[in-house]
C-alpha cells in the first residue's frame, strides 16, 4: 500500500557511492551587468554554434515521432569515410561523456570480489571522470598533473596494479590545455598490460596545433586496447544536441555494443551531425578562427608576463590558487562568466572576440598574475 500523506518523507536508500560523488558542476551563465553585453566563457562552448547547413537541417527535419536509428548506422558510416577506420568500429554516445559511461560500464566497475576495479587518470582533469567512474563502482586512481599541467606519464605508469582496468589520457587535458606527444604516449602504452584498456579522450582535438601531437585513431589503428573517444560538442558547435562517440578494435567495440545506452543519439543530433561532417570545410574555418583568437589571448597573456601551460584547446589556464574565486568574481563584475576550479586555478574558454578582448583588458588590470615559480 502507498501512502498517502503527501508531507511523510520518502525512506529510500541510494547506492553507497551516490553520498560520496562531487556534483557536476556546470559553468555558469554569465549575471546580466547593466549596460554590458555579457558572455559566458565557463562551457568551452563554441561561441559560433553549427554551421548553417546544420540549422537548415535541424529545422526541416519532421520524422520526430519514431525512434531514432539506435545503431545511428549514417552517422557511423559517415564518420567511417571520414576518419578511414571500419564503420563497426565506431560506437555513439549522448556525447563523448555518453561514449565514456559506456566504456566504463563495460570494462570497470566492481569486480567478483566484491572489490572495486580501478581506473587511473590524470588530476586535474575533467570534472565528469571521478563522477562517472564512481557510479560505474570503480575507483579513481587520480594521478597528479606536473606543474606546467601536462600529464606525468611515468607517475601513472607506476600506479597500475593487477586491478587497473582502464586508464584515462585527456588531450589537450581540460582544463589545463597542453596536448599529449605521440612518442611519450607510445612509450607509456608499451609500459601498460596489454589488458588494460587505454581511453585517448579527445574532445577538443580540432583546435590542436602543436606538432608531433597525438592521433589517437593513429594509437587505435596500432595498438588493440586504445579506445578514442571524439565528440561534435566542441568544433562542431552541437554541445545541446549531444552526440560524441567511440572508436576501438572490434574485440572492444562488441563490449560496448552491450553497454551503450539504446536510442541515446536522437535522430537530430545525428542528423546534425552527418550534415556537419558534410560541411566539414566551414567547420575547419570557425575552428581555425577560435584558434587565431585563443592564439591572440595567450600571446595577450605572456605579453603581460603571466604565465600560463600550452593552451591547444578552446580555452586557457589561469594558475591562479588561492586568488582563483577572486578573479572569477572580479570576471562576473565585468559580464563575463568564467570557471574557477577552487583554489586551483580559472579556466577560461574562447569566445567572442569582444569577451576575449575585455578579458585581456581584465588581466592588464589585475596585479596578482601567475607567475613562473
Ligand atoms: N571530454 C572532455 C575532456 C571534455 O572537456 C568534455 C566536455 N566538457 C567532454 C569529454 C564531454 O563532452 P560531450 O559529452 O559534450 O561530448
Known sequence: MTTENPTAAAVVHPRSVVGTLPRYTAGKPPIVVEGLQSFKLSSNENPLGPVPAVLDAVRSLADINRYPDSLSTKLRTALGKFLDVAAEDI???????????????????????????????????????????????????????????????D????????RT???????PNNPTGPVLFTEEVERFIGSV??????????????FVRAEDAVDGIAMYRKYPNVVVLRTFSKAHGLAGLRVGYSVSRPELTRYLRVT????????LAEHAAVVSLQNYGQVVERVQSLVDERNRVTAGLRA???DIPDAQGNFVWLNLG?????????????????RAFGDEGVRVSIGETEANTRFLELCAEYTKAPQRS
Request: hydrophobic share 50%; charged share 15%.
Open 322 to 338: 588561492e586568488n582563483s574565486t577572486g578573479f572569477a568574481a572580479l570576471a562576473e563584475q565585468r559580464g563575463l562568466s568564467v
Open 165 to 171: 582496468r582502464v586508464i584515462l589520457l585527456c588531450t
Open 260 to 267: 551503450a545506452t539504446p536510442f541515446a543519439v536522437s535522430s
Open 304 to 306: 603581460l608576463g603571466w
Open 193 to 206: 598490460p596489454a589488458d588494460v584498456v587505454i581511453v585517448i579522450d579527445e574532445a577538443y582535438m580540432e
Open 155 to 162: 607517475a601513472m605508469a607506476a600506479t597500475v596494479t593487477d
Open 91 to 153: 560506437v555513439t554516445g549522448a556525447g563523448s561523456l555518453g561514449a565514456l559511461n559506456q566504456l566504463l560500464s563495460a570494462f570497470a566497475g566492481q569486480n567478483e570480489d566484491g572489490r572495486p576495479d580501478e581506473v587511473i587518470y590524470a588530476w586535474r582533469s575533467f570534472e565528469a571522470y571521478p563522477i562517472c567512474v564512481g557510479l560505474a563502482g570503480a575507483q579513481s586512481i587520480m594521478v597528479p598533473l606536473k606543474a606546467d599541467g601536462t600529464h606525468d606519464l
